[in-house]
Structures are given as C-alpha cells and as structure tokens.
C-alpha cells in the first residue's frame, strides 16, 4: 500500500479527540487524507489534534456534535461535506460504555446508549451515504462484545454493539450498488480512557487475551487504514474481530 494512497481524498470520524478516534484521525491523515472530525466535550484535545495534524502540514478540522442528537451529527457531516466538498470515507467511532446490573439502568441511560452506540451511526451514515461514490467507504467501530459478553453489567453495551453490526449487513447491501462498502470493526480490549490497561477489569481481561496484551488504538486504526484501501474491495457487510485473540 502506498503510504500516501488517501491523497485527494477526505474522511469524516466521530468521537476524534481521544482514544482509538484520534488514532484514526491521525492515521488517515498520514496516508494522505483531509479528516474533519467530531468530540462531545474534550474541545481543547480536539483543538490541540488539529493544530499538531496543521503543524504537520495535514488537513483537519475539529466539530463540536454531540451524538445523542442525530440531528448534530447530520448537521457535521453536512458542514464537512461543504468545506471539502465531498466525503470518501465515514468513520462511526464515537461510543459510550455504561456498565451496570440491568435492574439499574434507568431508560434514560438505555435510551442514550442506542442514541450514541447506534442512532448516531445510522444518521451519519444517511447524511454521508447519497453522495458517496463508487471505492468510498463506511466503517464503524463496534465491539467483541456484539457476540461475547464475559462479564455482568454489558447487557445494553452488548446489545447496542450487535445492532451496529446486523446495520452494517442491511447498510452493505443498500450502498452495493453504489460501490460504497460498509464494514463493522469488532476491537477486544483497548488501552484508552474507556477500557485502560492498567484499569479495575485490567488483570482479569488480560488473561482472557490470548496474545496476552490490550490492543492499542494504533492497532485498530490500521485495520481502519487496510479496509480504507483498494486491497479492502471486497470486503462488505463484515464484521471483523481484532482482539488478540479474547475468549477464543
Ligand atoms: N477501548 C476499548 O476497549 C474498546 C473495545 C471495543 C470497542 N470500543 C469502541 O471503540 C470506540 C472508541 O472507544 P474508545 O475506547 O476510544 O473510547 P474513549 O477513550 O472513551 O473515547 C471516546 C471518544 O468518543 C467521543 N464521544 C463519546 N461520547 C460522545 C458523544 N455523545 N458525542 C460525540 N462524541 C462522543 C469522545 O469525545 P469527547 O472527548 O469529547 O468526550 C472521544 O473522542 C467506541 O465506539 C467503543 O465502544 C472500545
């Protein structure tokens, strides 16, 4: 893969300021792309990844859009749209994590893990999607958890990371004849503010890892940056697992 093969083209990643996003945003920059990106509240991370990605003499921009409005995720999409004038490659990042006994959670807390894990995908993906063309790419970052759960407390996170996948196959099969395949990401533990390496689960999820380690968010910006690329064609409707081999 040439290491500028993104040259020209341009991405849209939500949930960019920390963790396995800005990874993304980074690496898609570095193989040559324009990234605008979304954060919730993290304003100066987002501010300071934009101006270290200029300093660089890459092209990004950071927007202020909080996923549980589908309507502020529309409304980015469309704002990057404008400025670059065109979108190649829909990156559904953003994600929330709210582990909990089920008889704890209130529907406000159900409501918001759909709203983020899941309604905000489908949204971008609606706002990116009609003026995508043919080698364009969607992709989205669920989790291992859409098919294992090794722990109490994951029923929603669960639950919210195997509808992204079942959206994907139905999405594949609706941009197809576009050209534009969509694809789902299944990460296994990763070392960021959401999951840390050295957190509470840590000890007991590492054992649970075959290779032994927490991925890093390096780690799955690359399978990002492959499925990005025209090695990646026939690939649609996926989910892919990248976990080091947890639960195997
Ligand atoms: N870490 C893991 O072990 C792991 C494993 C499997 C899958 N995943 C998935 O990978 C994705 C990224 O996770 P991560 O570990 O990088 O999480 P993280 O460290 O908590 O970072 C989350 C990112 O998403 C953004 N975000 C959160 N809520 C948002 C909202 N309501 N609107 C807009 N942006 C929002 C955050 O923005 P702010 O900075 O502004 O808050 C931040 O940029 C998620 O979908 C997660 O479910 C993670």
């Given amino acids: 893969m040439n290491s500028n093969f993104l040259n020209g083209k341009t991405a849209f990643v939500t949930g960019g300021s920390r963790g396995i ?44 859009a909080n996923s549980e409005n589908a309507d502020s995720v529309k409304s980015a999409v469309t704002q990057a749209i404008k400025t670059f004038g065109h979108l190649n490659i829909l990156v559904n990042n953003a994600g929330i994590l709210d582990v909990k006994p089920y008889d704890q959670f209130t529907m406000e807390e159900f409501d918001r893990t759909v709203a983020v894990n899941v309604r905000a995908v489908f949204a971008a993906i609606q706002a990116a999607g009609p003026q995508m063309q043919s080698g364009d790419r969607i992709i989205t970052i669920g989790s291992v958890n859409a098919d294992v759960t090794g722990f109490p407390g994951m ?86 697992d990248i976990n080091g081999g947890f639960m195997i």
């Fill in 21 to 64: 996003g800005a990874s993304i945003v980074k690496r898609l920059v570095k193989n040559g792309a324009a990234v605008a990106f979304t954060y919730a509240n993290s304003a100066e991370k987002a501010n300071e990844l934009v101006k270290s990605i200029e300093a660089e003499g890459g092209r990004a921009m950071a927007i202020r």
């Fill in 155 to 240: 029923s929603l996170y669960s639950m919210s990371k195997a509808a992204v996948a079942a959206m994907t196959r139905g999405l594949a099969r609706d941009l197809a004849p576009q050209g534009v395949t969509v694809n789902n990401i299944q990460p296994g533990p990763v070392d960021t503010d959401m999951n840390p390496a050295e957190g509470s689960m840590a000890s007991i999820l590492k054992n649970m890892i075959a290779l032994g380690r927490y991925g890093t968010a390096n780690d799955i910006a690359s399978l990002v940056i492959f499925l990005s690329s025209p090695e990646a064609s026939y690939i649609t409707g996926a989910s892919l």
